[in-house]
Nanobody
Framework: QVQLVESGGGLVQPGGSLRLSCAVS????????IRWYRQAPGKQREFVAY???????NYADSVKGRFTISRDSVKNTVYLQMNSLKPEDTAVFYC?????????WGQGTQVTVSS
């Protein structure tokens, strides 16, 4: 069974930091790429970052240099460290795993950047 559980969202001031976590089913964590997406109110869901099983990473241009994705193979968890947050980063953040052409999503965690 594929399970993705996000946590770590909250309210933060502009310029602040948050770390999101995505706990993944142990049986599938080690061999799969995990992605973060976000969806702002009234907008389409957009790609944020991914990390492969080998540790390669890629980021959307809008977050490069501010966000860092990492994975902990002991805890079966992927992290998204978000620094220098901007109001336009406000969104629900989702982690994603694609398995046999099927997309699996967590329930999402809300990030609000506001003064």
């Amino acid at each position: 069974q594929v399970q993705l559980v996000e946590s770590g969202g909250g309210l933060v001031q502009p310029g602040g930091s948050l770390r999101l976590s995505c706990a993944v089913s142990a049986s599938i964590f080690k061999t799969n790429t995990i992605r973060w997406y976000r969806q702002a109110p009234g907008k389409q869901r957009e790609f944020v970052a991914y990390i492969t099983s080998g540790g390669s990473t890629n980021y959307a241009d809008s977050v490069k240099g501010r966000f860092t994705i990492s994975r902990d193979s002991v805890k079966n968890t992927v992290y998204l460290q978000m620094n220098s947050l901007k109001p336009e980063d406000t969104a629900v953040f989702y982690c994603n795993l694609r398995l046999l052409s099927t997309d699996y999503w967590g329930q999402g965690t809300q990030v609000t950047v506001s003064s």
